[in-house]
Structure formats: structure tokens, C-alpha cells
């Protein structure tokens, strides 16, 4: 069975930080494409972050500069760190997992694989 356990969300202030982890199971996490998205309600879901498994990156323009995506195959996590955090990133943020980056296109849920989510909530 895949399990994707996000975890790390919370509420802060406007130009506040946080950082997402997700632990994954039941996939060949080192093999997995994996990426972060997030939905706000009444929104289209919008992906945050790719992060390869050779290690390559990609953010959508409104979080270049302020998010990181990073992996640690060793312990099957997925991390977001984000900083300069602003209210319009208000959202449940998921961890989800395909079998290449193709996998994230389409409508939600994104990906082969997602977790339950965890909700971001700044406010200004």
C-alpha cells in the first residue's frame, strides 16, 4: 500500500517560514518524481514544485526564489521549505509522487500517488 504522509503545516505571519515533510511508503522512493501542489479553496489546484529522481528542480513563478524542494532518498522524506511566505500561499499543500513528471499534469489530484494534505495558512 503507498502511503504519503505530509506533514509540517501550520499558521504564520506574512513573511514567516515553514517546512513541509512528506514520508513516503510502498513506492521506489529514490525512482519517484516528486512534487508538491496545492489547492486554496474554490481554486484550481497549482503545482508548487517538481523535484526529479536525479535530483533536478522546478517551481511555479509565483514561489521561485522563496521555496525549496529537496528529497532525502535515504529516509523515503520529501521537503518544502518556504520562506517569505505571503497570504495568497494560504492553501493545503500535497505531496504527491508519478512515475515521471508527465504524471502531474491534468486536473486534481495531481499525480500517481498524493497524501492527505496539510494546511498553510498566513496571515498578514
Known amino acids: 500500500e503507498v502511503q504519503l504522509v505530509e506533514s509540517g503545516g501550520g499558521s504564520v505571519q506574512a513573511g514567516g517560514s515553514l517546512r513541509l515533510s512528506c514520508t513516503a511508503s510502498g513506492i521506489i522512493f529514490d525512482e519517484s518524481v516528486m512534487a508538491w501542489y496545492r489547492q486554496a479553496p474554490g481554486n484550481e489546484c497549482e503545482l508548487v514544485s517538481i523535484?526529479?529522481?536525479?535530483?533536478?528542480?522546478t517551481y511555479a513563478d509565483s514561489v521561485k526564489g522563496r521555496f525549496t524542494i529537496s528529497r532525502d532518498n535515504a529516509e523515503n522524506t520529501l521537503y518544502l521549505r518556504m520562506n517569505s511566505l505571503r497570504p495568497e500561499d494560504t492553501a493545503v499543500y500535497y505531496c504527491?509522487?508519478?512515475?515521471?513528471?508527465?504524471?502531474?499534469?491534468?486536473?486534481?489530484?495531481?499525480?500517481?500517488?498524493w497524501g492527505q494534505g496539510t494546511q498553510v495558512t498566513v496571515s498578514s
Open positions: 523535484i526529479s529522481d536525479d535530483g533536478s528542480t
Open positions: 504527491a509522487a508519478a512515475w515521471g513528471v508527465a504524471g502531474f499534469a491534468g486536473p486534481c489530484p495531481l499525480g500517481d500517488y
